[in-house]
């Protein structure tokens, strides 16, 4: 939900800088209006963008232009299948100082800058692309068991050529999950290529100037984080990267053209840039058209097509498009069924309530027995203590006696024959020899 954040002094903020960004972009890119609308959509949800064309058509150029509207340090790395790990990411090297003494200093490479552009980024083999992931995710770096972080803001903004095959790597799977967009960039039409031509006759430098900073970007970004979304929108979204997978619970027929469905990245992209495209349309809620807008760009490099769909000529935006107007169709009954086991739920948490006061009494119970275990311990203590005092003259007496003791054994040993006798004896015995021997002394004084 929104929060202090989110005031009307930030929604200004962010539109006036967002139609800024656009108008400056705007000199250097001509046409490729959704192109330029998911690119910068992405930059400001803080994703990575795949942009996916035949050569000449402003992918490089699009991203130089970015790199000087958002006022951020740029960096290309043109992959080729020599490239090592370490010229993406940097190495360490031996230096030596004044006195001639040789260390290690860490060379930083070109990843750590705020835009990358990852140019033919399929061109480098797996190797080589697996430098990207943590830097893609994490954005750490690490290099000799050491980790570095990157500066924020972090995109990675990369190019492939379709076409040519030869000296390419596919990129693997968890590569392209990182990807919060795949952007087809289209070829212009006639119109638009006139415009092109006329331009590049002028100049071929980029004239677009900065827009905006880093940390303007940033608080932007937090706006957008904001904005709240329905739970009816949040539910749709959900079902919608569900459904992509061909053992689903909801019965898309379309999803039998998919050999796998989207990850969990795949709707936290969605999520998170229905955010942005709501501001950047004028709305402050997200809506099922942000979601719909969204679902080709997210989920078309995250799933893989069948053979079923292959050799009916489909392709993932076609089928994407498909599973989207099925799942409305069947959204209202879903709906309903997730109202109602949500009610069940309800139900059944508040039946389980009662059950927790039962344990009060208990509790209480327990304060008296410990009330009435306390008392019976004092007299105790004070037994105790004459218990002590009489043994203690008991000690004493028996210590002159002991020349004395010893000559009544053998008396007593001639009454041990009654066996009656001595229980009777043996108990007054011991006082009155303790009394009239203490009596006598004290009345012969």
């Known amino acids: 939900m929104a929060t202090e954040t989110v005031n009307q002094n930030s929604l200004s903020f962010f539109k006036e800088k967002s139609e800024k960004i656009f108008k400056e972009i705007r000199k250097d890119v001509i046409g490729q209006n959704e192109v330029v609308e998911f690119t910068v959509l992405a930059i400001i949800a803080g994703g990575n963008v795949l942009l996916e064309g035949a050569p000449g058509l402003g992918k490089t150029r699009l991203v130089r232009s970015l790199g000087r509207v958002f006022d951020l340090p740029f960096s290309r790395i043109q992959f080729t299948p020599d490239l090592m790990p370490a010229d993406v990411t940097g190495t360490n090297i031996i230096v030596k100082d004044a006195n001639g003494n040789s260390s290690f200093s860490f060379q930083k490479g070109p990843i750590f800058s705020n835009i990358v552009l990852a140019d033919e980024i399929n061109r480098a083999t797996p190797k080589t692309q697996s430098a990207l992931l943590e830097a893609m995710q994490e954005h750490t770096v690490t290099v000799m068991g050491e980790s570095r972080k990157l500066d924020e803001p972090f995109f990675v903004l990369a190019t492939q050529n379709p076409i040519e095959q030869d000296g390419t790597y596919p990129l693997p799977e968890a590569q392209m999950d990182r990807f919060m967009f795949k952007v087809i960039v289209p070829f212009p039409s006639v119109d638009e290529l ?52 061909p053992d689903n619970a909801f019965g898309i027929e379309n999803a039998k053209y998919l050999r796998y469905g989207a990850s969990p990245r795949a709707a936290q992209a969605i999520i998170t840039a229905a955010k942005v495209r709501a501001l950047l349309h004028g709305r402050y809620n997200v809506s099922y058209e942000d979601i719909d807008a969204l679902a080709v760009p ?16 489909l392709t993932t935006d076609t089928v994407i498009k498909n599973i989207i107007t099925e799942l409305k169709a069947k959204l209202p009954a879903l709906q309903k069924a997730r ?63 002991t020349a004395s003791a010893v000559k009544p054994a053998a008396p007593t040993a001639a009454p041990a024959a009654n066996p009656a006798a001595p229980a009777d004896a043996a108990k007054p015995a011991a006082p009155e020899a303790e009394k009239p021997a203490h009596k006598g002394l004290f009345g012969r004084k």
């Not at 932007?220 to 709240?228: G, V």
């Not at 019976?376 to 210590?399: C, G, S």
């Open 194 to 245: 006139e415009k092109i031509v006329n331009v590049t006759q002028k100049t071929m430098a980029e004239t677009a100037l900065a827009a905006c900073s880093g940390e303007e970007l940033l608080m932007m970004r937090q706006t957008a984080k904001e904005i709240p979304v329905a739970d009816d929108v949040m539910y749709y979204a959900m079902l919608l990267v569900s459904s992509t997978y």
């Open 298 to 313: 997210a989920l078309r490099h995250r799933i893989k097509l069948s053979f079923e769909a292959v050799t009916s000529k």
């Open 339 to 401: 109202d109602e086991r949500r009610a069940k739920e309800k139900k059944a948490q508040v039946a389980a309530k009662p059950a927790a006061p039962a344990v009060k009494p208990a509790t209480t119970a327990a304060k008296p027995a410990a009330a009435a275990t306390v008392p019976p311990a004092k007299p105790a203590a004070t037994t105790a203590k004459p218990a002590t005092q009489t043994a203690a003259p008991t000690v004493k007496p028996a210590a002159p006696a």
